[in-house]
């Protein structure tokens, strides 16, 4: 039945591509590279579309995707047939092999090279502590319940039992209410994510399995880049479009983020398809134009910051009230077919996950969006208002006379008024920003410009401003100007304010949602359209920056270029859902990480605890109501005071990850690794005993690893080849002094640190103990009466590698 369906899928997906195409073909798209593209990515977003529209009735499932799909397939065939459209055409109908086959052959292997390196390298980051995760969790929730409905109304028995020490919801997945608030039932839960890049790897896991996720944004990455040789290709030529595409296709933040579970590769090609559909069909009838803006709307369901989106196609409309009167209502169409579905997504919004807009709204995010859009609105429609007036009309002829009439002084204005604006975010603003005493997040912030360069150079940015003479004062092609509308205020907007986590390449995701391919591009154009005659000097220029910028990707690529991130993840949570216990079995872990990936994946009922040892001290009531309960800690040798624990089995996350760096491009690899015991509690017939004054760990039952696997690093002093963490659940009483013994070789080669809280507070930084090389000791005091428990750690540095053979916790008197 699998078999059957998965084929049934893809035959849909061939027969809307090659019935589109069919269509494409008699409404005058006769180039078969462009038709099949075309055809294709409608196709792809089709059944996405189609699947997206059952998730919001919570009723998705792969087999209706695909009747609905047929059914739509035999529509098209419908159309065809009443139309006597001739079905009968050749894929490749149109192509001149004597002009385009060597270009077209490096096409092919470059798209080759960059899907392998998408797909085979993928980074399998199944934590629900970051996006990556989260999208993973809500695909995996999409193809087994059929919708984004997390409402669990046994938190009402849970937390009558354990009180505020449950935690409602999980990252990304919060409560529409204060627990305190009784007009709504606890419980309620909704998504802060929107659905529609969820729902394509629902898509992928109903196809092949959980492993086909990670390969979902190969997909988009390849078309993106198909796009940019089409687009590109109209502008300066085939041999520059090439280049654009290895520019783009290889790009580190490009690399990294296609092959992670983010939306921003799907948000790219929706930018990309519709500035490719507009600028090939400005010169036909409006209805084309409208369908291009519905496809950027296509956005809003994936990403709620596509609102931006409005005011730039406002600045193409207003473009063209000024100096393309006559393609004004081309302009509006596009407006319009884009307002149309955003304001669809918007009320998807508001109905599914209402309480992550008022949340932005509340955090400015979503009020500053808002405003911007209404600003923009007023602004054109007072602009149209006023060319409609008798002297509204005459000043609109007499700037657009002056316009045409100075453009050489224009183009120089423009041209030094960028050069000075990135000027002022290479070096002024930098210079600004270190004369104040500010945070790494405000810092990062402050300079995104100068961030930005960590991944497209300096030098591509400046050919830019050739790129923006081309397509605004020599191209007489009004469509560009959605892509260069698109591309200037998304730039502009991401450089004045990332609004993420300033960690690499973390910080990238922002940026390569069109900011990092409008930049590469816009560099090719200005490279090749230079006002250089002799041919011999261009070309040695254009050899010279392509061979600049392929040494500027061997640097930035080689730390991730061929490695598989987290690759144990998948296989591990695989392996949870046919070896945890199911029935009656409820899991409780104070790891945000690990319980939402546990549940939603791997079908175990996780929930989320603020502290271990008061839920310890109430989980019998749990099992008194018929539970089998069990708890996922650090801890090896975990104490229940008056229940009994019983180890039943052991996780292991493990896999290669660069280093997280702020404001700091990575350079260092890392093997992690943790490691989590799943116990079984009871009932114990005897009265709880006292806490032991001492523990003795095994330092085989590490919870926490890393180790160097590569590093990129000229001074490498500070770089750790080894560092293991060892947890220990403090029972009763954490206010007090500590004493931890070592026993090993060569310990005064290590170092020593200690966290408490999940790693959250540090208690005792990393410095030396005190003894031996044999025998060494360190102490530490806990003083907030909160801490549930601690992390020993023991650090090793390069060349210097220390032994750990025993280590023992005491509290000191």
């Known amino acids: 039945m699998v078999s059957l369906v998965n084929f049934l899928f893809f035959l849909g997906i061939i027969l809307n591509?090659?019935?589109?195409?069919?269509?494409?073909?008699?409404?005058?798209?006769?180039?078969p590279l462009s038709r099949n593209l075309v055809a294709f990515t409608l196709s792809i977003l089709v059944v996405g579309s189609i699947a997206l529209l059952?998730?919001?009735?919570?009723?998705?499932?792969?087999?209706?995707?695909?009747?609905?799909?047929?059914?739509?397939?035999?529509?098209?065939?419908?159309?065809?047939?009443?139309?006597?459209?001739?079905?009968?055409?050749?894929?490749?109908?149109?192509?001149?092999?004597?002009?385009?086959?060597v270009t077209n052959?490096?096409?092919?292997?470059?798209?080759?090279?960059?899907?392998?390196?998408?797909?085979?390298?993928?980074?399998?980051?199944?934590?629900?502590?970051?996006?990556?995760?989260?999208?993973?969790?809500?695909?995996?929730?999409?193809?087994?319940?059929?919708?984004?409905?997390?409402?669990?109304?046994?938190?009402?028995?849970?937390?009558?039992?354990?009180?505020?020490?449950?935690?409602?919801g999980y990252p990304a997945i919060h409560s529409d209410h204060s627990p305190q608030d009784p007009s709504v039932p606890i419980g309620s839960l909704s998504p802060r994510f929107y659905p529609l890049f969820p729902t394509y790897l629902a898509l992928s896991a109903d196809l092949f399995g959980l492993d086909a996720m990670f390969r979902v944004n190969?997909?988009?990455?390849?078309?993106?880049?198909?796009?940019?040789?089409?687009?590109?290709?109209?502008?300066?030529?085939?041999?520059?479009?090439?280049?654009?595409?290895?520019?783009?296709?290889?790009?580190?933040?490009?690399?990294?983020?296609?092959?992670?579970?983010?939306?921003?590769?799907?948000?790219?090609?929706?930018?990309?398809?519709?500035?490719y559909l507009a600028l090939y069909f400005f010169r036909k009838n409006n209805g084309w134009m409208f369908f291009a803006g519905g496809i950027l709307g296509l956005s809003s369901f994936n990403r709620i910051d596509s609102l931006i989106y409005f005011p730039a196609i406002v600045i193409f409309v207003g473009y063209l009230l000024f100096l393309r009167k006559k393609s004004l209502w081309k302009g509006f169409n596009f407006l319009f077919g884009y307002s149309t579905v955003s304001i669809l997504g918007v009320l998807y919004g508001y109905i599914n996950?209402?309480?992550?807009?008022?949340?932005?709204?509340?955090?400015?995010?979503?009020?500053?969006?808002?405003?911007?859009?209404?600003?923009?609105?007023?602004?054109?429609?007072?602009?149209?208002?006023?060319?409609?007036?008798?002297?509204?009309?005459?000043?609109?002829?007499?700037?657009?006379?002056?316009?045409?009439?100075?453009?050489?002084?224009?183009?120089?204005?423009?041209?030094?008024?960028?050069?000075?604006?990135?000027?002022?975010?290479?070096?002024?603003?930098?210079?600004?920003?270190?004369?104040?005493?500010?945070?790494?997040?405000?810092?990062?912030?402050?300079?995104?410009?100068?961030?930005?360069?960590?991944?497209?150079?300096?030098?591509?940015?400046?050919?830019?401003?050739?790129?923006?003479?081309?397509?605004?004062?020599?191209?007489?092609?009004?469509?560009?100007?959605?892509?260069?509308?698109?591309?200037?205020?998304?730039?502009?907007?991401?450089?004045?304010?990332?609004?993420?986590?300033?960690?690499?390449?973390?910080?990238?995701?922002?940026?390569?949602?069109?900011?990092?391919?409008?930049?590469?591009?816009?560099?090719?154009?200005?490279l090749y359209s230079l006002p250089i005659r002799k041919q011999a000097i261009k070309s040695a220029l254009i050899a010279l920056v392509i061979a600049g910028y392929i040494y500027h990707l061997y640097n930035r690529d080689r730390l991730i270029f061929f490695e598989r991130m987290l690759s144990g993840y998948s296989e591990e949570f695989e392996r949870l859902s046919v070896s945890l216990p199911n029935e009656k079995a409820i899991y409780f872990t104070k790891k945000q990480d690990l319980a939402s990936p546990l549940r939603y994946l791997s079908g175990r009922d996780t929930y989320l605890i603020h502290k271990t040892r008061p839920f310890l001290e109430k989980a019998s009531q749990l099992i008194e109501l018929g539970w089998n309960v069990y708890l996922i800690d650090e801890d090896a040798n975990l104490e229940g005071g008056p229940i009994t624990i019983e180890k039943v089995d052991t996780i292991h996350l493990e896999g290669n990850y660069p280093l997280d760096t702020v404001n700091r491009y990575p350079d260092i690899l890392l093997y992690r690794g943790t490691f989590l015991h799943v116990y079984k509690l009871g009932l114990s017939p005897k009265a709880s005993t006292p806490a032991k004054r001492s523990v003795s760990l095994?330092?085989?039952?590490?919870?926490?690893?890393?180790?160097?696997?590569?590093?990129?690093?000229?001074?490498?002093?500070?770089?750790?080849?080894?560092?293991?963490?060892?947890?220990?659940?403090?029972?009763?009483?954490?206010?007090?002094?500590?004493?931890?013994?070592?026993?090993?070789?060569?310990?005064?080669?290590?170092?020593?640190?200690?966290?408490?809280?999940?790693?959250?507070?540090?208690?005792?930084?990393?410095s030396s103990g005190i003894g031996d090389d044999q025998k060494m000791s360190i102490e530490f005091s806990v003083e907030n009466p909160e801490t549930d428990d601690v992390q020993i750690r023991f650090h090793t540095k390069k060349d210097k590698q220390a032994v750990l053979k025993s280590l023992q916790l005491s509290r000191i008197p």
């Not at 591509?17 to 180039?31: A, D, E, M, N």
């Not at 790129?467 to 605004?472: E, K, S």
């Not at 500590?738 to 020593?752: H, I, K, N, Y």
């Open 353 to 526: 996950s209402k309480s992550y807009m008022v949340d932005l709204w509340k955090s400015n995010q979503l009020l500053k969006l808002t405003l911007l859009c209404v600003t923009s609105s007023l602004v054109l429609f007072t602009l149209l208002f006023f060319a409609n007036l008798k002297i509204g009309k005459a000043l609109v002829e007499t700037a657009r006379n002056l316009i045409l009439r100075n453009r050489k002084t224009l183009r120089i204005l423009f041209a030094l008024s960028l050069f000075l604006l990135i000027t002022f975010g290479y070096s002024i603003r930098p210079s600004l920003s270190n004369s104040e005493v500010i945070n790494d997040f405000a810092y990062f912030r402050k300079n995104g410009f100068l961030f930005f360069l960590l991944y497209v150079p300096l030098s591509l940015v400046l050919l830019g401003i050739g790129g923006y003479d081309l397509l605004v004062f020599r191209k007489k092609s009004s469509g560009s100007l959605v892509f260069l509308s698109l591309g200037s205020l998304l730039s502009f907007v991401y450089f004045y304010d990332p609004s993420i986590y300033p960690d690499h390449f973390w910080a990238s995701r922002r940026w390569v949602l069109f900011p990092i391919p409008f930049a590469c591009i816009m560099g090719v154009i200005g």
């Open 698 to 766: 095994d330092p085989s039952q590490f919870a926490y690893m890393l180790k160097t696997v590569r590093s990129e690093r000229k001074n490498q002093l500070n770089a750790y080849e080894e560092l293991k963490g060892y947890d220990y659940y403090i029972s009763k009483d954490p206010k007090g002094k500590f004493r931890v013994e070592f026993e090993g070789e060569s310990l005064t080669q290590a170092t020593f640190s200690v966290t408490a809280n999940q790693s959250s507070s540090v208690i005792f930084p990393e």
């Open 105 to 168: 052959i490096i096409l092919a292997l470059l798209l080759l090279s960059a899907g392998a390196m998408y797909s085979l390298f993928p980074i399998e980051y199944i934590k629900g502590d970051r996006d990556h995760g989260v999208y993973v969790v809500f695909g995996s929730k999409i193809q087994k319940t059929g919708g984004l409905n997390f409402d669990d109304f046994r938190y009402q028995d849970l937390t009558q039992v354990l009180g505020d020490n449950i935690i409602y």
């Open 218 to 275: 190969s997909i988009f990455g390849v078309l993106s880049l198909v796009i940019i040789f089409l687009i590109v290709k109209k502008w300066i030529g085939s041999w520059g479009a090439l280049v654009a595409v290895l520019f783009c296709a290889f790009n580190p933040a490009q690399l990294w983020n296609v092959r992670a579970t983010l939306s921003e590769p799907l948000g790219q090609m929706l930018i990309l398809f519709s500035s």
């Open 54 to 101: 059952l998730v919001s009735f919570e009723s998705y499932k792969i087999l209706s995707v695909v009747l609905i799909q047929l059914l739509i397939s035999g529509s098209f065939a419908g159309y065809i047939f009443f139309r006597k459209i001739d079905i009968r055409l050749n894929p490749l109908s149109g192509w001149d092999s004597s002009k385009s086959l």
């Open 17 to 31: 591509t090659y019935f589109i195409s069919v269509i494409l073909h008699k409404k005058g798209l006769p180039q």
